[in-house]
């Protein structure tokens, strides 16, 4: 399950050939002004597995904001669920003095409840705040347009939200909790332009709610034209090895990834320009949609999965556990398809034989329902 807005980044070391993670106090080794310091770490799914990201040295230092930028599958979410600990690190170092973080998956997580009770969490209500966080995350008329506004019941037992929307009402829960480090993996892709627009200068300008709150920003992103944001940018290669890093202005002189990216950007949208004949505000939407669709064409064809993840989470459940709870599983399925045909096979013997079937079939019909029942009970338990 996605986690929430609020995570906890592991506190310590973790040290490398070692199934059991070392978390020591080593908050002398960090100074003040950084919240994450990386020094040679990996972050894999097992430790005897090839490393997702691997020799990341870099720093995060408070009241910064750090853009994550790399191809597609360079391990740019797997660094932030290395960082949250939600990926073991397989060798070298992570330090930090902050023991909590907001976190935003790219899937935004929404539970079943009412829109006020997603944003706030687990935290208390704060009219003026939670109106703030609203507003700079573009729901005031998402919201309005609601049937019970606030209350609205959203997630599989309310209403449906757009993508854009369960994005957004993520991002303010994340907001919402006031934490001094948010990690956002690529929340705004899910966005139109004109709304992108509107939150990031809300929450990231230069006059952003995040920027004024002092906020820590570790913020995964495609958007080329964002990286002016950012007080330090880190670029991953295809083999998640950090490529080149620092300030935006920087790199754009440095001849490396991110000149490239951006010159390639720029020369895409000038060619855009000079083809068509369609006035800008028609262009747009026509641009943003081609981007959209080349970046959920690489999201397709990346791997989503091996079994080494699939044996890493069984493990941490225990096999005893998994196993008793798939023959459940497949109990239950049994039992439940069996009492339908024999609901089939009993109107056809009622229908030859008469009433006189009814108790035999009534009574393997009971069995097999209550059996499926049980199972279904063991199982969730």
Known sequence: MPVSSHASVRNGLQEAND????????????????????????????????????????TIRRNEFTFIIGPVGSGKSSLLKGLLGEMPSSKGFVYTNNV???????????????????ILGILNYEELWYGTVVRACALEQDIAAMPNGHNTQVGSAGISLSGGQK????????????????MLDDV????????????????????????????????VTHAVHRLVFADRVVALDVTGKVLEQGS?????????????????????????????????????PVLLEMTNITHEVAELNRQTGEFAIYKYYFSSIGWRLVLIFAALAVVQGASDGLSQ???????????????????????????LVTIALTSLIAAAW
């Not at 950007?265 to 800008?280: G, I, L, V």
Request: hydrophobic letters at 40%.
């Open 19 to 58: 199934s059991q993670v070392e978390l020591e106090d080593l908050s002398h080794l960090i100074t003040c002004s950084e919240i994450i310091t990386t020094k040679a770490a990996s972050f894999a799914w097992s430790m005897q597995g090839p490393p997702v990201v691997q020799d990341l040295d870099f």
């Open 100 to 118: 909590n973080a907001g976190y935003v998956d790219q899937t935004p997580w929404i539970r079943n409840g009412s829109v006020r009770d997603n």
């Open 167 to 182: 994005q957004r009402i993520a991002l303010a829960r994340a907001v919402y909790s006031r934490q001094s480090l948010l």
């Open 188 to 219: 705004f892709s899910g966005l139109d332009a004109q709304t992108e627009d509107h939150v990031f200068s809300k929450l990231m300008g230069a006059q952003g709610l995040l920027r004024k709150q002092g906020v820590s920003v570790l913020l």
């Open 248 to 284: 935006y202005d920087t790199l754009i002189k440095s001849g490396g990834y991110v000149q490239n990216l951006a010159a390639t950007a720029k020369a895409e949208h000038d060619k855009e320009e000079e083809d068509t004949e369609a006035p800008a505000a028609a262009l747009a």
């Open 341 to 367: 045909l024999i609901v089939s096979q009993w109107t056809a013997a009622v229908e030859y034989k008469g009433n006189q079937v009814n108790g035999f079939y009534l009574g393997i019909y009971g069995m």
